[in-house]
Protein backbone atom coordinates (compact mmCIF):
# COMPACT_ATOMS: atom_id res chain seq x y z
CA UNK A 1 0.00 0.00 0.00
CA UNK A 2 1.36 3.29 -0.87
CA UNK A 3 0.77 5.26 2.51
CA UNK A 4 2.50 8.31 0.95
CA UNK A 5 -0.21 9.59 -2.06
CA UNK A 6 -3.22 11.68 -1.05
CA UNK A 7 -5.57 9.93 1.29
CA UNK A 8 -9.42 10.60 2.06
CA UNK A 9 -12.39 9.87 4.56
CA UNK A 10 -14.35 6.81 3.62
CA UNK A 11 -17.49 5.60 5.40
CA UNK A 12 -17.45 1.43 6.83
CA UNK A 13 -20.38 -0.29 7.41
CA UNK A 14 -19.46 -3.81 9.32
CA UNK A 15 -22.00 -6.64 8.76
CA UNK A 16 -23.04 -9.55 10.72
CA UNK A 17 -19.69 -11.25 12.39
CA UNK A 18 -17.69 -8.49 11.18
CA UNK A 19 -19.59 -5.89 13.27
CA UNK A 20 -19.37 -8.13 15.76
CA UNK A 21 -15.34 -8.64 16.03
CA UNK A 22 -15.33 -4.45 15.42
CA UNK A 23 -17.42 -3.79 18.12
CA UNK A 24 -19.03 -1.31 15.78
CA UNK A 25 -22.06 -1.26 13.19
CA UNK A 26 -20.14 1.64 11.32
CA UNK A 27 -16.90 3.58 11.51
CA UNK A 28 -14.32 6.14 9.17
CA UNK A 29 -11.19 5.60 8.30
CA UNK A 30 -8.22 7.06 6.03
CA UNK A 31 -7.91 5.38 2.82
CA UNK A 32 -5.20 6.39 0.30
CA UNK A 33 -7.42 7.80 -3.28
CA UNK A 34 -6.15 4.82 -4.82
CA UNK A 35 -5.31 1.49 -3.67
CA UNK A 36 -5.97 -2.52 -4.77
CA UNK A 37 -8.43 -4.56 -3.29
CA UNK A 38 -6.17 -6.73 -1.46
CA UNK A 39 -4.11 -4.07 0.21
CA UNK A 40 -7.55 -2.56 1.34
CA UNK A 41 -8.78 -5.69 2.59
CA UNK A 42 -5.28 -6.33 4.51
CA UNK A 43 -5.76 -2.20 6.11
CA UNK A 44 -9.02 -2.95 7.26
CA UNK A 45 -8.45 -6.43 8.73
CA UNK A 46 -5.45 -5.01 10.56
CA UNK A 47 -7.64 -1.76 11.89
CA UNK A 48 -10.59 -3.68 12.73
CA UNK A 49 -9.42 -6.86 13.76
CA UNK A 50 -11.05 -8.67 11.40
CA UNK A 51 -8.43 -11.26 11.12
CA UNK A 52 -10.12 -14.78 12.03
CA UNK A 53 -12.68 -14.06 8.98
CA UNK A 54 -10.52 -12.61 6.36
CA UNK A 55 -10.54 -14.71 4.09
CA UNK A 56 -14.02 -14.92 3.88
CA UNK A 57 -14.72 -11.25 3.71
CA UNK A 58 -16.74 -9.65 0.73
CA UNK A 59 -16.20 -6.02 0.52
CA UNK A 60 -18.54 -3.63 -1.53
CA UNK A 61 -17.73 0.08 -2.51
CA UNK A 62 -20.52 2.34 -2.97
CA UNK A 63 -22.72 -0.57 -3.44
CA UNK A 64 -20.85 -2.82 -5.96
CA UNK A 65 -19.27 -5.75 -5.06
CA UNK A 66 -15.27 -5.90 -5.70
CA UNK A 67 -14.85 -8.70 -7.23
CA UNK A 68 -11.31 -9.15 -7.76
CA UNK A 69 -8.58 -8.64 -5.07
CA UNK A 70 -6.19 -7.40 -7.72
CA UNK A 71 -8.58 -4.54 -9.13
CA UNK A 72 -7.73 -0.99 -8.19
CA UNK A 73 -10.16 0.83 -5.98
CA UNK A 74 -10.42 4.55 -6.34
CA UNK A 75 -11.95 6.74 -3.35
CA UNK A 76 -13.04 9.82 -3.09
CA UNK A 77 -13.81 11.53 0.22
CA UNK A 78 -17.23 10.28 2.18
CA UNK A 79 -17.01 6.87 -0.41
CA UNK A 80 -19.15 3.98 1.65
CA UNK A 81 -17.51 0.75 2.05
CA UNK A 82 -19.22 -2.41 3.31
CA UNK A 83 -17.44 -5.06 4.75
CA UNK A 84 -19.64 -8.17 4.41
CA UNK A 85 -18.98 -11.64 5.75
CA UNK A 86 -20.03 -14.52 4.67
CA UNK A 87 -24.14 -15.25 5.87
CA UNK A 88 -26.09 -18.39 6.98
CA UNK A 89 -29.38 -18.97 7.92
CA UNK A 90 -32.73 -19.79 6.16
Known amino acids: ?27 KVD ?12 LLVSRFGLISIRDNLI ?3 NESYIDNLSDTVLF ?9 PPLSGG
Open 1 to 27: MNADGPVVNVHVLFFAKSRELANTPRS
Open 31 to 42: VPTKITASDLLD
Open 76 to 84: KEGDELAII
Open 59 to 61: LAH
